[in-house]
């Protein structure tokens, strides 16, 4: 089937809704700044580069509704957009990554009036997305040879085509090996409590051919026990400019029982991600969601009533139990504070 | 609210039905022990305790419903009766246990006739089910030691009178503590894929009135990191002559998280469940379940269709990840090939 994330079209913004899939394909679409906001916020959309690319293109909507004619009246409103979308979610970069970039783009002097800024703000925004398929087939081609023939690879959450505009990121690297002929196997952890792996990455490997078996998050030590799993590879929502990563809660959890294993714990990051303002990943402000993430499923309450649940949406892998980091301008290893400093343009 | 396990009544084993908790309190009753082998299999009741002391209940049905009029004649029915109900479930070594502790009874050269051997066969399961709670209550009070005051523990599974007929077994542990003023908290693993401890063991502790948080099972590690945790303590549904540990998928993942933070993780195992003719945990055989308890939650299948799913029911945690086992006989620390076979009768 044939699908897409995020999509620009005569003037609105197009999502498929991620929270119906694995069983409605539905797309919503978005002709308010802050309607696409509260999608973020909601998760229609998720993943970093994803809402990398969302952020964007709320400029170019907040651009498009702007009422003002002069340059500077449509970057005040542009401001308050920042803002607004900035806020949608706290812990992907990638967020405040894209709208700073259309930001900046809209300072631009010889930008004379507001509809050059509208139209600076809108090639940028299609820059961004453009760019996202190119990164992360390179990412792939960059991890191509961390993939053993024949791997049994554990992937946690989702960071496919649905994480990004086009490819994916940690399940880019995995198609990439897979279109190579590698033969390999996905163990999916389903993660909870939103489920993107048993509902998106299913859903995606199974579109791709690539064999896969989900499993719950709290199997992947037992797998690593006994049977032969190769890898772990998962996507990131911030790296601190040390290394330590962010990603969906869990991936830690991962990351220690690979370490345990001596199983190789690689992260897939297009430098976008990766924070250099933060020194460390103690720094990265983790979103803390609604309980009812966790206590509801399709629609369902399964705690009893009045429980206090805790549901930190990311959690944070110290550097040290992570054996490469793959961006799309090659494969950094330890120590991180250096391997990245050299990746940044 | 008073609620019950198993319980004897009139010649039938009425069960709570463990699978319609919280929301539903509903008792089933059964007169056919392969009707209640059946409820084993479906967990309607589970808890490697509450399956020893079902186990035993079903031979008194099995007695019961024979129509033999002399022992040996009783004996044959109970010979077969056995058979299915130690087929029920495959890990727990207490379904076994308790079938064989009242079939060694039905032995005895002094039962002259098919009633004296039903008499015998009822008053051995009352005895194993009356046991119960005295052995919950001693690893209670043994593990007091262990608990610091204001403690913050991770449970995973349910081990509470759920899993028993009375007071719990790693939830007896923290319900001891409780008792004695120890001011603790509970972060509860949800427990993928059946959900116990968002289900069971949040219902437990808030009959209880023990503070508790539920997380999904990803989030402990995190948890670990970020603020103090005290200990682990789980229960077990087999455990080797060397202290290898069966218990539900996930455990293993959490005991290299605490093993990682350096936490202690304690296991509450009454000796019954301790399995002396297997020397390690990699001959303990691993129930795979019906895919569908990953795929299908309250109702919703969330996988796609025809996505192929691993269900490990159990993992073995490999005895050097755990740092004492409590039993009603005392305290076992490594290396557990000596103090377990200590605390054998």
Request: charged letters at 20%.
């Amino acid at each position: 089937m044939d699908y897409y994330t995020i999509r620009w079209s005569d003037g609105a913004v197009s999502l498929i809704d991620q929270r119906v899939l694995p069983h409605e394909v539905r797309y919503l679409r978005y002709d308010d700044y802050r309607a696409l906001a509260q999608a973020i916020t909601d998760m229609v959309v998720r993943g970093a580069p994803a809402i990398g690319a969302a952020g964007a293109y709320g400029m170019a909507l907040a651009a498009g509704q702007s009422m003002a004619a002069t340059a500077d009246g449509v970057r005040q409103d542009l401001a308050v957009a920042a803002e607004v979308l900035r806020a949608a979610r706290p812990t992907a970069v990638n967020l405040g990554w894209g709208v700073d970039r259309v930001w900046r783009c809209a300072q631009a002097a010889t930008l004379s009036d507001g509809a050059a800024v509208r139209a600076a703000v809108l090639t940028e925004a299609h820059a961004i997305a453009e760019e996202d398929g190119r990164i992360n087939r390179a990412m792939g081609r960059n991890a191509l040879d961390l993939i053993p023939q024949g791997a049994t690879i554990i992937h946690h959450c989702n960071t496919g085509t649905l994480a990004t505009v086009e490819y994916g990121t940690a399940l880019g690297v995995i198609r990439a090996a897979h279109e190579a002929g590698k033969n390999i196997h996905v163990l999916v952890d389903e993660t909870r409590p939103r489920l993107q792996g048993a509902r998106l990455t299913a859903w995606e490997l199974q579109q791709l051919g690539i064999a896969h078996t989900v499993i719950v998050d709290g199997a992947a030590a037992h797998m690593m026990r006994t049977r032969k799993v190769d890898l772990c590879v998962v996507g990131c929502d911030r790296v601190a400019a040390n290394g330590d990563t962010a990603n969906k809660i869990g991936t830690y959890h991962l990351a220690l029982a690979a370490h345990a294993h001596g199983i190789p714990f690689y992260v897939a990051c297009p430098t976008s991600t990766i924070d250099f303002t933060l020194a460390h990943g103690d720094l990265i402000p983790i979103e803390e969601r609604d309980p009812r993430e966790v206590a509801v499923v399709a629609g369902t309450q399964l705690t009893p009533d009045g429980t206090a649940i805790g549901n930190p949406a990311f959690d944070v892998t110290p550097a040290g139990y992570i054996a490469a980091i793959i961006t799309e301008r090659g494969v950094a290893r330890p120590p991180y504070v250096d391997s990245l400093a050299a990746l940044r343009e």
